[in-house]
Each structure stands twice: as structure tokens, then as C-alpha cells.
């Protein structure tokens, strides 16, 4: 049983500056965790108290029932890979890999069993005789990996480790990392700034801002119900289109978009939300604008819009685009045919999948 317990976890720097607000979280046994915001929201700052290298200034944290508040990093069974690969240049892969076993005063055999059997599930058996600099940067941190897989600990932490890879060695570093967890069986806890690594890797998502925990939930729940339009724009990638504006009912809920003639009907379960006109926020993301009518969707409704800029990526494109109101937008659409640039365009909303957000509170309604 490896899980982790944070209650009321705070850090305080200088008597003053509170970079971790009060962090509840629990971590399942075997579960996959990512803590994921925008740099110096706290996130690696609450992966440093659960390792033990950040003194925590209130709050208790617990690893498999035991409170670790003051017991040393070395002794928590914890094993931490970083965003530096920090391995040892004079050593080779073998001695990167063996290096934490010796000073546990491992026996040889041993160390050859577990060095054997981390180069294997990774792949680098065939380096463990060359030195770090003979290695790619994806091969270094495999060794980074293996490094800690050979501990054998209770619980794997990750700080932004795939931060320094280019783009293609990301994604497959993703997918080595998610394949290690199915195939370790082991509670791993992931931090990250990179939304897109956040929702194909963790199995549930803590989503901070300031210090302060915004969300926790399943990648798919975060996606779809977000709890607040922080969360909303920063999940999804292009980020959520925001309008602001009022909601009223004439017969029926309308939204009107301010200074704007953008108007949309509010769905009959969404109007209910709301008692009165009701200044709001409307949120709607890229890929429920539509530039063409699509079949099988019957919750669609058209509005005008300017065409600005159409950015093809391959298999779809983004069409940037404005209302009047002096804030452009974007749409996420099929590659197959895309609308004139600088021309006006009728575009369509899928009605059933908007978001409403309070001006004020930013709360989703």
C-alpha cells in the first residue's frame, strides 16, 4: 500500500510569501497523479515537501499511513526524477544505474539483478557500458529513469522530466513513462506545466493556481465540467473561446455578446441557471465552432464573424476570427475546405456544449 496524503499542506517563505495554500490531495495506491499549472503556481514546490526536500511550514504529509513530516528524504522510499538528468559524467550507464544500490550496501548480485532488469524494461541495455555523453538526450533519461527504478520504492516522483526533450522525443518519452506505470504497478506522482502531458498521462489531475488547488478529477470530468474559467482556458489546447457579455430571457434564454450584435440562444437546461439577466461569461471551445454545417448535430446555431487568419496543421485548421468586439477567437475545423481570409464568414456554435462562467467569482454556473 503506497498512498499519498496531503492535508492542509502549506509553505511559507520568509515568514510571508505563501507559495502552497492549504493542499489537500490524496493519492490512491498504484495511481498516476500529475499536478499540473503555469509556472510558479506551487506545483513542484508540493512535489519537494512530499520528497522531503522542501520543509513544510504547516500541514502533514503521509506516505503508506506514516506521517513524513520529519523523517529524511532517504528514508521515505521515495525515488525522484528531475527535469536535469543529473547523472554522474565519469560513470558509466552501469555504474549511473548502481550507484544509489552501493551506498545502500546491496549485495552484487543483486545490483546485477535490478540494473539488468531496469536496462531491459527501458530499452538501454545495450548502453550500460557507454558514458553519458555517448548518450541522446532521450537515452539519458531513460538512465535518469532506470536510476530510480532500480530503488524499487514505494513512490515514483517526477519533476517536469521531459521538459528538455525536443517535440517527438516528448511524445514518446509520454508514452514510455505511462507504459512503466501499467507495467511497475507503482503510485507516481507527475508534475508539469504542459497541459497536453497532464491529460494523456494521469489517470486524475490536480490543476493549481497560486498555490492554491483548483481542481482535482479524471483528465475527461476536468475537460468537460471545469470548475472555473481558470481551469477551462487552461485544459484544452487551442484554449477556450471567452465572451463576454449578459444572459436574458425574452421567451427564451439568449446571450448577447457586449458592444457586439453576437447573439446565441442558451440552451433550455442552461437558462435554468440563471433568474434574471445576468451578466456572464461565455466559454466555448475551438473545436465546437463549426465553419461548415456538419451532419448528426441538430444543437447548432450560426452567428457572423470576420475571418482574420486561417493556420493549417495538417489533418484540421485553425481559423482565428472576430466578433467586433475587438477580441479574436479561434475555431478548430477539418482540413478538408476552410472559409476566405478577410472575408466574413457564418460560422456555427454547438449550443449543448457551451460553458457559462460568473463574471465575478469566475465559478462555473
Not at 251 to 272: C, I, K, R, S, Y
Not at 329 to 343: T, W
Request: charged share 20%.
Amino acid at each position: 500500500m503506497a498512498e499519498v496524503k496531503l492535508e492542509h499542506v502549506t509553505k511559507v517563505y520568509d515568514g510571508k510569501v505563501t507559495a502552497v495554500h492549504e493542499v489537500d490531495a490524496t493519492i490512491r495506491d498504484k495511481e498516476f497523479v500529475v499536478l499540473v499549472g503555469p509556472s510558479g503556481c506551487g506545483k513542484s514546490t508540493v512535489l519537494r515537501m512530499i520528497a522531503g526536500l522542501e520543509e513544510i511550514s504547516s500541514g502533514t504529509v503521509s506516505i503508506d499511513g506514516r506521517v513524513v513530516n520529519d523523517v529524511a528524504p532517504k528514508d521515505r522510499d521515495i525515488a525522484m526524477v528531475f527535469q536535469n538528468y543529473a547523472l554522474y559524467p565519469h560513470m558509466s550507464v552501469y555504474d549511473n544505474l548502481a550507484f544509489g544500490l552501493k551506498l545502500r550496501k546491496y549485495d552484487k548480485a543483486e545490483i546485477e539483478r535490478r540494473v539488468q532488469h531496469a536496462a531491459g524494461i527501458l530499452g538501454i541495455s545495450s548502453y550500460l557500458d557507454r558514458k553519458p555523453k555517448a548518450l541522446s538526450g532521450g537515452q539519458r533519461q531513460r538512465v535518469a529513469l532506470g536510476r530510480a527504478i532500480v530503488r524499487q520504492p514505494k513512490v515514483f516522483l517526477f519533476d517536469e522530466p521531459l521538459s528538455n526533450l525536443d517535440a517527438n522525443l516528448r511524445v514518446q518519452m509520454r508514452t514510455e513513462i505511462s507504459r512503466l506505470h501499467h507495467q511497475l504497478q507503482t503510485t507516481m506522482i507527475y508534475v508539469t506545466h504542459d497541459q497536453i502531458e497532464a491529460m494523456s498521462m494521469g489517470d486524475r489531475i490536480v490543476v493549481m493556481r497560486d498555490g492554491i488547488v483548483q481542481q482535482v478529477d479524471t483528465p475527461l470530468s476536468i475537460y468537460h465540467h471545469p470548475t472555473n474559467r481558470f481551469v477551462a482556458g487552461f485544459i484544452g489546447s487551442p484554449t477556450m473561446n471567452f465572451f463576454s457579455g449578459a444572459v436574458s430571457k425574452n421567451g427564451t434564454w439568449t446571450f448577447h455578446q457586449e458592444g457586439t450584435a453576437f447573439t446565441l440562444p442558451v440552451e433550455a437546461g442552461d437558462g435554468n441557471k440563471f433568474t434574471a439577466t445576468a451578466n456572464v461569461t461565455l466559454g466555448i471551445r475551438p473545436e465546437h465552432i463549426y465553419a461548415f454545417r456538419p451532419s448528426g448535430i441538430t444543437t447548432l446555431s450560426p452567428f457572423a464573424a470576420q475571418v482574420d487568419v486561417i493556420e493549417p496543421v495538417g489533418n484540421e485548421i485553425f481559423v482565428y476570427f472576430s466578433t467586433g468586439a475587438g477580441t479574436h477567437y479561434v475555431a478548430r475545423i477539418a482540413s478538408d475546405r476552410s472559409p476566405e481570409v478577410g472575408k466574413p464568414h457564418e460560422l456555427l456554435v454547438d449550443t449543448s456544449k457551451m460553458h457559462f462562467f460568473d463574471t465575478g467569482t469566475e465559478k462555473s454556473l
